[in-house]
Each structure stands twice: as C-alpha cells, then as structure tokens.
C-alpha cells in the first residue's frame, strides 16, 4: 500500500449493505474477477464497466451493513477500487476489508461528489479534492491495521510476520 492514492470517486448513500455491493447469486465462486463484474449492479447498474484501478468509493453512514460475507470486500477489491471512505462501517465489514488489503478510512463525505478527483493522504491523514481547494481529515487507522494493509491483507502479513503482533 502506498501513502498517496489517488482516483475518481463513485459515490453512494447511506445503509450500502454486502448485498447492494455483491448479490447473493453470485457468492458460490473462488473466481474472484468474476465478482468483479456483478459489483454494485443492483444500486449502480453498469459500474463494473465504469470503475477504473485507483478509483475510490466515497460512502454515507453504515457502509457494508448486512451480511459478514467476506465477498463484498473482495468484489471491491477485484474490482480495482483503491480505498473505502465513508462516515462509517458496519465493523464485520470494516474488518473483513482491512483483512483483505482494502484501506477504509473514516472521513466526511459529504463534499464529494460523483467522477470527483480524490487524493488520500495515508501519511498525514487526509483527502484532498484539489479541483475543489478542499482538504477533508481522515481518522488515523491503528499502527497495525497500517501493517495489515502494507503487506496487502492479513494473510500475507501473518506470512511475513508469524503471528498478529500488537504495537507495543
């Protein structure tokens, strides 16, 4: 994971539940691109034509609610989206995402907007929409979810590290 990433934004409200981000129906595969393709089709037919690698979803209030399927995260993930923001999480979501190597911040969102140019500052904790001279803070994520997120997910980390290492 870099420090800086930077995308478009697709938006969406609030109450975007693991359903919304990838039906049911499609859950029954290891082949993870082609949940890729269903991502968001329910609420936003056409999206996983749309999404470019580095794009950012910028959300409302309860984002992932719903189901605990680790597939959601993962649809995301295959699909190329750089990182999460939204004003917050069902936490199995927040987790299942961390542990699959997608960075969630917490943030307001309330100034972006759809196609919007967004820089996230993992560094210093912010979002920056340059087009719009604007700089939104972003909660700091923990030293060790920062650690998760480097190594690309908590698998490859557990394989570089042996076991899960609380900071001191």
Not at 100 to 110: A, N, Y
């Amino acid at each position: 994971m870099e420090n800086i990433l930077a995308g478009r934004a697709h938006t969406f409200g609030d109450n975007i539940n693991t359903d919304y981000i990838i039906a049911g129906k499609y859950t029954k595969t290891l082949d993870f691109t082609s949940l890729a393709e269903h991502v968001f089709e329910d609420i936003a037919p056409g999206f996983s034509k749309r999404v470019r690698p580095g794009d950012i979803v910028a959300a409302g209030r309860n984002f992932g609610c719903g189901s605990s399927r680790e597939q959601a995260p993962i649809a995301i993930k295959y699909a190329g989206i750089s990182a999460i923001l939204a004003k917050s999480y069902s936490r199995i979501f927040f987790r299942n995402a961390i542990n699959q190597g997608i960075p969630c911040f917490l943030c307001d969102t309330d100034g972006i907007t759809q196609d919007d140019t967004v820089t996230v500052n993992i560094g210093q904790n912010f979002v920056e929409l340059a087009e719009k001279g604007k700089r939104i803070p972003l909660e700091p994520l923990s030293p060790v979810m920062l650690d998760i997120l480097r190594e690309g997910g908590l698998v490859e980390y557990l394989k570089k590290n042996g076991k899960y290492i609380l900071p001191r």
